[in-house]
């Protein structure tokens, strides 16, 4: 625990959060494929800003990879090909930082919080954490290694509860699909992924702390192919219309 805070304390010291910034032009210049790694819980945030950035930028195509923070971290330390990294914890993006893997800091763009999800009709009568430690529920949280694993077993442990875990979950949409089709009765997921299920499932607020918010920051990747693209696509992102986009899927400003 004593490393985890030590590495999360690393990036934010190098974060720097920035302030609201142009809109790209839609002026030539770019083109070529721009790689994105992004966390599972951008899914439909990020499908959103790639589809404004390729209007922006026509001859540019982006390639959208989603999934845990921490497994495509350890991707691009081992060299897979990417050019922006999203991650939805400091803790995670400390792992590409230390590597040397990013070209410059990166910079918090926006926050989530995390939510109780159930099934709709919340079938299990789930009222809050403590519920968690029922036997008799079909209890998920996400991989402890993932951010909302992480965030979601310090929340438990803030509440004093220790979880009667039924199902550990590779990334954030893995668990909220199992939620969805009923497989579960209760899991912890961020508010984003509740508005994301349309209905699909229901949302229970945390207790308000330091634990119940991610906080997502975005850089380039080192040896990435498309430098230029790249910077232009995290402009787009700390852009207002970047913000207006995340807000709208309802992620927080930062």
Known sequence: MRVAAALAVVVVVAVSCAGDRSAPSSAGGLDGELVVFAAASLTDAFGDIAEAFERHHPEVSVELDFGPSSRLATQIVEGAPADVFAAADDTTMAIAVDAGALRGAPEVFARNRLEIAVPAGNPGGVSGLAD?????????????????????????????VTPAID?????????????????LDAGIVYRTDVLAADGAVEGIDLPDGGNSVAT????????GDAPDAAAAFIDLVLSAEGRRRLEDHGFLAP
């Open 216 to 223: 997502y920051t975005v850089a380039p990747v080192a040896d």
């Open 132 to 160: 968690f430690a029922n036997d008799d529920l079909l209890i998920g949280l996400c991989a402890a290694p993932v951010p909302c694993g992480r965030l979601g077993r310090a929340a438990l442990a803030d509440a004093g």
């Open 167 to 183: 199902t550990q979950e590779v990334d954030v949409r893995s668990l909220l699909t199992k939620i969805e089709a009923g497989e």
